[in-house]
């Protein structure tokens, strides 16, 4: 079993940044991806970013060069460093972990463990 504990969403003007953090305890293998997907309502939940526990990552074609995914093997915690934000990123955020992946992925069913959110707002 794996938890995740999800931190530092909120409200931020268009343009602004957001840092997210999302805290993974119990159960880690050695080989693992890690991702933020959102969410707004009626829609699907969408990948943003995943890292794996070899350190490649990948992103969403909408969010690259504006969001920047990384981890702390450490602590076992993941960040999402969010600049340039716009009104269409405003979402609530998940962290979820995939155990045992190969490559990065942001398939959302590839991910068996997921955090309880924490919500984006973007004001224009």
């Known amino acids: 079993q794996v938890q995740l504990v999800e931190s530092g969403g909120g409200s931020v003007q268009a343009g602004g940044s957001l840092r997210l953090s999302c805290t993974a305890s119990?159960?880690?293998?050695?080989?693992?991806?890690m991702a933020w997907f959102r969410q707004t309502p009626g829609k699907r939940r969408e990948g943003v970013a995943a890292?794996?526990?070899?350190?490649?990552?990948i992103y969403a074609d909408s969010v690259k060069g504006r969001f920047t995914i990384s981890k702390d093997n450490a602590k076992t915690t993941l960040y999402l460093q969010m600049n340039s934000l716009k009104p269409e990123d405003a979402a609530m955020y998940y962290c979820?972990?995939?155990?045992?992946?190969?490559?990065?992925?942001?398939?959302?069913?590839?991910?068996?463990?997921w955090g309880q959110g924490t919500q984006v707002t973007v004001s224009s």
């Open positions: 890292v794996h526990s070899d350190g490649r990552t």
């Open positions: 119990g159960y880690t293998p050695s080989s693992y991806c």
């Open positions: 979820a972990f995939a155990p045992w992946v190969l490559a990065p992925i942001l398939a959302e069913s590839g991910y068996t463990y």
